[in-house]
C-alpha cells in the first residue's frame, strides 16, 4: 500500500512557473513508476508526465502539451516525486494528481495508488 500526498499547488499568472510535490509512503517508493495526471473542469483526466525507477534509470515521458515546459523529477531518498511547471498557460489550470504504478505507462488505469490532488490555477 502506498498513500501519496500532492502539494504546491495554486493560483499563478500565465508565464509563471509552480513546483508540485508529491510525498509517498508505505511500500518502498523507489519500485514504483510514478505519474502525474490533471483534470480541468468538464474534461477528462489526462496524462501529464511520467518518471520510471531508478532501476530503469528514471527514464522520463511528457505528453507533448507539456514537453519542453514541465519537468518531472523524483527524490528516492525522500519519497517525493516532482513536477516542475515554467511557462504556464491558462490552459494548465486543472486539478494535478499523482500516481503511483508498477506499470506507469500513460492511461490511468497503469496505476494502482493516487493523491488526492492540487489545484493549479494559471490567470490570463
Known amino acids: 500500500q502506498v498513500q501519496l500526498a500532492e502539494s504546491g499547488g495554486g493560483l499563478v499568472q500565465a508565464g509563471g512557473s509552480l513546483r508540485l510535490s508529491c510525498a509517498a509512503s508505505?511500500?518502498?517508493?523507489?519500485?514504483?513508476?510514478m505519474g502525474w495526471f490533471r483534470q480541468a473542469p468538464e474534461k477528462e483526466r489526462e496524462f501529464v508526465a511520467r518518471i520510471t525507477t531508478a532501476r530503469t534509470l528514471g527514464a522520463t515521458y511528457y505528453a507533448d502539451s507539456i514537453k519542453g515546459r514541465f519537468t518531472i523529477s523524483r527524490d528516492n531518498s525522500k519519497n517525493i516525486v516532482y513536477l516542475q511547471m515554467n511557462s504556464l498557460k491558462p490552459e494548465d489550470t486543472a486539478v494535478y494528481y499523482c500516481?503511483?504504478?508498477?506499470?506507469?505507462?500513460?492511461?490511468?488505469?497503469?496505476?494502482?495508488?493516487w493523491g488526492q490532488g492540487t489545484q493549479v490555477t494559471v490567470s490570463s
Open positions: 508505505g511500500r518502498p517508493f523507489g519500485s514504483y513508476v
Open positions: 500516481a503511483a504504478g508498477a506499470i506507469g505507462g500513460t492511461s490511468g488505469h497503469d496505476y494502482n495508488y
